[in-house]
Each structure stands twice: as structure tokens, then as C-alpha cells.
């Protein structure tokens, strides 16, 4: 039997794991679980943070879920998931391993996630310039990690590292004492140039920065270690990756040509196309454009409109409409309601409503909320309202980065992708609708396999 790489990704909301038969390079196996890890914000301070025990029990669960012989005959791991966030542990004792076959998390901080909104637009103008093409956002793993040393410095005391989620597995698995990380995770925190893959030691010194907390880096597609036990099967001492963004990931597992673009829209959306080999980024954040450029492989870039807003605005229709009908004393199941939507939609095929659904503003325009405009007494149907809403998603990645701009840059074919396309025939619709290029579907972006596709070019 061929040997097999484990992709894993490490998500928002749940984790999935990959086998990828080296020899054939399809996936043999898979599992997917939600991890449930989400933490009620009761601080008041706009707090998005996440269980780790939890992601990690759903992770150990999933990787049980695989053959044991398959798992017996894993030549690599490769890791991504969800990037910007930040988790905080102790070096030595930051997992349980006494179970032999799997690690539990301990003395650990929660995972403050990309979503997290505590760094306020006054507070982000108080941090230093960054020495980098990127601009810092509220989420980002620096920004929260400045947070704590100004509001809670004794909270930062009582750990010794800091990483993604997907950093701190890796350290686990190869029980390192402290944290590696790739220039594509060290972008999304904040403070590190990319064109010298270096942190901004001298500024965050400066600035009262606990330098101690930042990983070192490695490249991407790089090892990190191997595995320091037995792990459902897999055997100890099997190289592990340094883990990736799960963006880039996304985009390694479904385009093929450097004439793609690829559009994601799962929670967030993505819009993005490679840039030429040659490219360089500007010297400086420029936080007005919609567009930035991402670190890939070997030196190369994308660019990237990264949308907040994506299947979460549907997400957050649908309810809305059910806490209204439960008022009314109606229920529904959310997947009911996707259905009727979505049908109505269909039946309607324009809509002269207007809805810009930027319900968690962008990170290029923070305040620019979402508005309903146009409204008349002939166009408050469900059909009509969808319809407006699945065009308003489109209109506001095309505003990002228009047709246009895809013209110029060579982009002949638009790959669509994700869990919102994948269930809303009417968002393919207005897809099609606002591009000229052709739109296939079918490749689906999965960072787990792109992961492992990774590792099994790279390593």
C-alpha cells in the first residue's frame, strides 16, 4: 500500500482532516467535526475567543475517525487553520500526553480568534508604524498581544509562548519548547516584513512589546519537527510541518493555472489571483485599499480582497428571521428556512432593492456599516430581499476588487468555492452575473487537502 500524508485544518468553526495517497495524490480518506469551542462574550470588550480543549478533542476525534492502517502508513503531517488569532501557553507544560495516544491542552490561555474586535480604531491608532506592506487589524495575534500588555500585563505573565492554533498543534505533536511559525501566519499577526521574513524587533521593543512571545520563523512548506509519541497510529518520529495560513492552502488546493482567480466564500469571503513572480509589495500599509498581498510560496504573493463579510450575512438573515418568527410564536429549523429563501429567490430573478450587507464593516473601512436602500412597497418580498441581499455579498467583493481589475492582471477563469456557494444556487447566480470571465465550480478550495498537497510538493 502507497504511503499517505495527514492534512489538517484547524477552522473557525470546525476541523477536517485529509489523507493524500502520496503515489496517486487523491485523497484516500476524510473526516470533518465542528469543534462547538465558541466562548460567550460576557466582558463587554467585544471579545472573540474560542475553547481550546475543545478544537483539540474535536481534532483528536476526527483523526480516530480515519483507518488505523492508513494513519500506520503516514509519511508527513502538514497543519493550517485560522489565521490572526492568538493562543498563549507554557513552554514544557502546555499538553497532556499520558493518555500515550493523543494530547489533551493544559495551561493554556483561550484562543482569541481573528473575530476579535477588543483593539478599538483609537486604540490600533496608538500602536507604532509597522515596518511592512500591512497594515494591523483588531484580531491580528500583535495587536491583541499589545492589548494585554497595556489593559492585563499580569495575564501575559503567566505564559511564555505565543502562536495560531495550528502553531500551537505543531508544538504539541513534536513537543518543541517553543513555537515555529511561517511567514504566512507571521503576516496575518502583524509587524513582520515579509520581503526580509523578520519580525519588527526594534519597533515593538520600542514600543514595550514582550519580544519574547514571537515565534521564530521558518519557511513555508518547511518542517518544524517530528512527532515526539505515537499519535492514533501515526507513528512517532513522523516530520511535521511548520503550519501554513489556511487561506493559502485554500487557494494551493484549487487553483491550477496562474490565470485563475479564486472566490471563497464560506464565513468570510475571498477574492484572489497570483500575482507575477517578480512582484514586490509597496514598503508601507496601505490601510485604504481593499486589496493586499499575501505571502504564498517561494517569495510569491497573492492578491487578496479578503472580505468579512460573507456566508455570515446570510448566516445572519436567516437569524433574524427566526428569532421574528418565534416571536410571532412560529418555528423553523435554519436549514427550512435556507430552503424557502432560497427558493423565493429563485422565482425572483432581479430586484430593484438594494442592501450592502457590511454588517462587520471591512477592514480597509471599519465604519462602513451595512444599509438597506431603495426600498419600495413592491419590493419587500422574501424573493426580492434575498435576491438584493446574494447580490449586495457580490457587489461588495466587485467593489473590492472589480472585473476589471481581474482583466488586466491576465485572469481568464473565476474557480467559486466554498460552503455559501456551494448551498445557494441564487450567490452562483449573482456571481455569474458579475463577472465576464467563466466561473466553474466543482474544485472545491479545501485547505486540508491543500495542505497536503503542500507538503507532498514541498517536503
Known amino acids: 500500500m502507497s504511503a499517505c500524508i495527514l492534512g489538517i485544518d484547524v477552522g473557525t468553526t470546525s476541523v477536517k482532516v485529509v489523507l493524500l495517497q502520496t503515489e496517486s495524490r487523491t485523497v484516500v480518506a476524510t473526516q ?40 500506520q502508513r503516514v509519511r508527513s503531517i502538514g497543519l493550517s487553520g485560522q489565521m490572526h488569532g492568538v493562543l498563549f501557553w507554557k513552554a514544557k507544560s502546555a499538553c497532556d500526553w499520558s493518555n500515550r495516544d493523543f494530547f489533551t491542552p493544559r495551561n493554556t490561555s483561550q484562543l482569541i480568534t481573528w473575530q476579535d474586535g477588543r483593539c478599538s480604531s483609537h486604540f ?32 501575559l505573565e503567566g505564559f511564555t509562548v505565543a502562536g495560531t492554533i495550528q502553531d500551537y498543534v505543531v508544538s504539541m505533536l513534536c513537543g518543541l519548547d517553543g513555537c515555529v511559525m511561517t511567514p504566512q501566519n507571521a503576516a496575518s499577526w502583524g509587524f513582520f516584513n515579509t520581503s526580509s521574513n523578520q519580525w519588527n524587533t526594534h519597533i515593538l521593543k520600542t514600543a514595550g512589546f514582550p519580544l519574547h512571545l514571537l515565534p521564530q520563523c521558518v519557511s513555508s512548506g518547511g518542517l518544524a519537527g517530528t512527532t515526539c509519541s505515537d499519535w492514533h497510529g501515526v507513528p512517532a518520529g513522523t516530520p511535521v510541518a511548520a503550519a501554513l ?20 466564500i464560506s464565513t468570510s469571503a475571498q477574492l484572489t489571483f497570483a500575482m507575477p513572480a517578480d512582484f514586490k509589495p509597496p514598503d508601507s500599509p ?42 410571532l410564536g412560529a418555528e423553523l429549523s435554519d436549514s427550512d428556512l435556507y430552503e424557502k429563501l432560497i427558493h423565493s429567490a429563485l422565482n425572483q430573478e432581479t430586484s430593484d432593492l438594494r442592501v450592502s450587507p457590511t454588517l462587520l464593516g471591512e477592514r480597509h473601512a471599519p465604519l462602513c456599516l451595512g444599509h438597506v436602500s431603495d426600498i419600495s412597497p413592491t419590493n419587500l418580498s422574501l424573493g426580492h430581499v434575498t435576491r438584493a441581499l446574494c447580490r449586495g455579498v457580490m457587489d461588495n467583493i466587485t467593489s473590492m476588487m472589480p472585473a476589471e481589475h481581474l482583466q488586466q492582471a491576465g485572469v481568464s477563469r473565476i474557480v467559486g468555492s466554498g460552503s455559501a456557494l456551494d448551498r445557494n444556487e441564487v450567490l452562483r447566480q449573482e456571481v455569474e452575473k458579475a463577472f465576464p470571465q467563466e466561473v466553474v465550480y466543482g474544485k472545491n478550495a479545501d485547505s486540508a487537502v491543500g495542505v497536503a498537497m503542500v507538503v507532498h510538493d514541498f517536503l
Open 32 to 71: 470533518a467535526l465542528p469543534t462547538a469551542s465558541d466562548i460567550t462574550d460576557t466582558s463587554g470588550i467585544k471579545a472573540a475567543e474560542q475553547d481550546p480543549v475543545r478544537i483539540i478533542e474535536a481534532l483528536n476525534r476526527c483523526v480516530s475517525m480515519l483507518p488505523r492502517e492508513e494513519l
Open 124 to 155: 490600533l491608532s496608538s500602536l507604532p508604524q509597522p515596518d511592512s506592506h500591512l497594515s494591523v487589524a483588531t484580531g491580528f495575534g500583535c495587536a491583541t498581544i499589545f492589548w494585554y500588555q497595556r489593559h492585563r500585563p499580569e495575564f
Open 245 to 264: 495560513g489556511d487561506f493559502q492552502c485554500s487557494v494551493y488546493s484549487c487553483m491550477s493555472a496562474r490565470t485563475d482567480a479564486v472566490l471563497n
Open 286 to 327: 496601505q490601510p485604504a485599499s481593499s486589496v493586499t498581498y499575501f505571502p504564498y510560496f517561494n517569495g510569491s504573493y497573492l492578491a487578496v480582497a479578503a472580505s468579512l463579510n460573507g456566508g455570515n450575512v446570510l448566516a445572519t438573515f436567516v437569524k433574524m428571521l427566526r428569532t421574528w418568527m418565534k416571536e
